[in-house]
């Protein structure tokens, strides 16, 4: 397949969505602006908090103000990947690919396993080999000429001590107690300022108090068993911290996965498919991510390419019950019977009397009865 120098600028710059299409959660009040963030950081500034500033930035197309964070959070860590990884992306969007391509090889020095880094520099290797191939040299050569079929010598940066960079899959069941708790304290936020309204002589926080007082029906609670206070106009989970941080990071992890889920609902596969593809390039071990991007290309027919998403699903996630189940089925369709029953035996075995194992009992008996793909699982 032939792609368009424009098509490899664009895959080099995958970090950024168009700001108009950007969705966020309707659940709870999700918009931070750059000026609070710094507030709550500037007694301890992090680098990463700086990344997802610059982030939400570069969505919005606020390149200026992407580029001052990034500077930012490298003065704190100069090693942080991500960030520089991002300003390659600004670079390779602003059409600077040499530039672009010193900042991937810079990540990928770091940071070998860097699957978005190198990606991204083979998308724009492409675009400028064939530059490199038609320079003519028009400066006097040196006595000593350069062997021309030898390859370029990488750039050579100072090692930097790195802060890690890939999440691990650990990381994304903690985030969806961040997601819950956050739903939580935004519903405190709003109780607290409608009670404010009505009585704003009395600033005692009392969550006990916004239900006796009709403002909320329960006191929400935080799946790590978290409690809730409220300072200078933040509700503060012990822990999870503050309600606009964890809304920063939970808003960041989400946008794309939450887009991909709404187009999947809406069986919008190929809208779906650009969302997920998206998310796993920016989180490579998420589990759940691999699990959807999987189950998008199975409903578009890409049986291949599903069955890779869901074993790297699974190898974040040997446990997860519904990629099993589809891998199972994939391999069937695939005319791999013995595979798919050896999982469809283990599952019936491991969760017997629970809906995946009864579901799993009844797949692989109606494969021994000599039953087709098309006759257990009819076309919708």
């Keep these: 397949m032939k792609f368009s120098k424009l098509h490899l600028i664009f895959c080099a710059a995958i970090l950024f969505v168009n700001p108009a299409s950007a969705q966020f959660s309707d659940n709870a009040k999700s918009e931070v602006s750059v000026r609070d963030l710094l507030e709550i950081q500037k007694n ?7 990344y997802l500033m ?7 197309n606020n390149i200026d103000a992407a580029e001052k964070a990034i500077k930012t959070g490298l003065g704190i860590n100069p090693g942080n990947t991500r960030l520089i990884g991002l300003k390659g992306a600004i670079r390779a969007r602003q059409g ?7 900042l991937f090889l810079n990540v990928l020095q770091l940071d070998p396993e860097d699957q978005y880094a190198e990606t991204s520099l083979r998308s724009i290797e492409r675009i400028l080999q064939p530059r490199r191939q038609k320079v003519t040299v028009i400066n006097k050569p040196s006595e000593k000429t350069a062997d021309t079929s030898a390859p ?29 708790c956050y739903y939580g304290m935004a519903a405190l936020k709003r109780a607290y300022e409608s009670y404010l309204a009505s009585s704003p002589k009395d600033k005692n926080f009392s969550p006990e108090a916004l239900v006796s007082s009709g403002f909320l029906t329960s006191i929400p609670l935080c799946p790590d068993s978290g409690t809730y206070s409220f300072a200078d106009s933040d509700v503060i989970c012990s822990k999870h911290g503050k309600e606009s941080e964890v809304g920063a990071e939970v808003t960041t992890v989400f ?3 939450n887009r991909g889920m709404r187009s999947k609902l809406s069986r919008n596969y190929l809208d779906a498919l650009k969302a997920f593809e998206q998310v796993v390039v920016l989180y490579p071990r998420w589990p759940e991510a ?9 409903r578009l027919g890409e049986t291949e390419p599903a069955i890779l998403s869901l074993r790297t699903c699974l190898k974040y996630q040997p446990e997860n019950l519904d990629a099993q189940l589809l891998l199972a089925n994939l391999y069937f369709k695939k005319g791999q019977k013995d595979a798919a029953l050896e999982i469809l035996d283990r599952l019936a075995t491991r969760q017997k009397g629970s809906v995946y194992g009864l579901s799993a009992r009844s797949i692989a008996g109606s494969i021994r009865s000599g039953r087709n793909y098309y006759q257990i699982f009819p076309p919708n």
């Design 96 to 102: 600077r690919l040499s530039e672009a391509r010193r």
């Design 44 to 50: 301890k500034p992090k680098a990463d908090t700086y």
């Design 290 to 298: 691999h699990f959807q991007l999987a189950d998008t290309l199975f």
């Design 54 to 60: 610059a982030l939400a930035e570069a969505r919005k």
């Design 255 to 257: 946008t794309d996965f």
């Design 152 to 180: 370029a010598a990488p750039v050579m940066v100072k090692t930097v001590v790195v802060e890690k960079k890939v999440l691990e899959s650990s990381y994304f069941d903690q985030i969806k107690n961040k997601q819950q």
